[in-house]
């Protein structure tokens, strides 16, 4: 789920922060999202269904307000911001797993042991623990905070360098 374009920017600003003050540019490689559904193969010529998929599961569901409030961390290597638990969020990440795995068979093992945690990544994977050591006491207090509303779940595709918007899917308009 993207955050509005005008937000993506301030958040972008934030992981260039990284990439020059702290060498960690990974962050660069996606645009600025909170993760429903972890990365996953799939056959690209299989994407029309995984679309279609997508496209009815989005358009059972109101657009929903995300409330982003400060940074969290995953330690030693993760910096993120930090969306609250709302029910709408979280229920909206529960049924995308059960309608994946119900319509496509896709089945993450790995969040089946794990609750979900939403977070907008800002550095993570190349940021050494040193580099957290230093950077995370200026941001674990730093003031981050601001509403959206998502008006659509987004299919992001990697190709090899970068994950990039494949499809968008409108949550119903009312």
Same mark, same amino acid.
């Given at each position: 789920?993207?955050?509005?374009?005008?937000? !993506?920017?301030?958040?972008?600003?934030?992981?260039?922060?990284?990439?020059?003050?702290?060498?960690? /540019?990974?962050?660069?490689?996606?645009?600025?999202?909170?993760? &429903?559904?972890?990365?996953?193969?799939?056959?690209?010529?299989?994407?029309?269904?995984?679309?279609? @998929?997508? @496209?009815? *599961?989005?358009?059972?569901?109101?657009?929903?307000?995300?409330?982003?409030?400060?940074?969290?961390?995953?330690?030693?290597?993760?910096?993120?911001?930090?969306?609250?638990?709302?029910?709408?969020?979280?229920?909206?990440?529960?049924? &995308?797993?059960?309608?994946?795995?119900?319509?496509?068979?896709?089945?993450?093992?790995?969040?089946?042991?794990? /609750?979900?945690?939403?977070?907008?990544?800002?550095? *993570?994977?190349?940021?050494?623990?040193?580099?957290?050591?230093?950077?995370?006491?200026?941001?674990?207090?730093?003031? *981050?905070?601001? !509403?959206?509303?998502?008006?659509?779940?987004? &299919?992001?595709?990697?190709?090899?360098?970068?994950?990039?918007? @494949? /499809?968008?899917?409108?949550?119903? !308009?009312s």
């Amino acid at each position: 789920m993207l955050p509005p374009t005008d937000l !993506q920017a301030e958040i972008t600003e934030i992981k260039q922060y990284f990439a020059r003050e702290y060498q960690s /540019s990974h962050a660069l490689k996606s645009p600025p999202h909170i993760t &429903l559904y972890p990365p996953f193969k799939w056959l690209p010529e299989n994407l029309p269904q995984l679309n279609q @998929c997508l @496209c009815e *599961f989005a358009a059972n569901y109101a657009p929903i307000t995300v409330t982003l409030d400060g940074f969290g961390a995953f330690a030693p290597r993760v910096i993120f911001i930090h969306p609250l638990k709302t029910p709408e969020l979280m229920t909206l990440q529960g049924d &995308l797993m059960g309608y994946l795995a119900s319509n496509l068979g896709l089945v993450d093992e790995r969040s089946k042991n794990q /609750s979900f945690a939403p977070h907008i990544t800002v550095a *993570f994977k190349d940021l050494t623990p040193s580099a957290f050591k230093a950077a995370w006491p200026k941001f674990r207090d730093r003031p *981050f905070s601001t !509403q959206f509303t998502a008006h659509n779940l987004t &299919l992001l595709i990697h190709d090899r360098q970068r994950w990039n918007i @494949c /499809s968008q899917f409108p949550f119903l !308009q009312s």
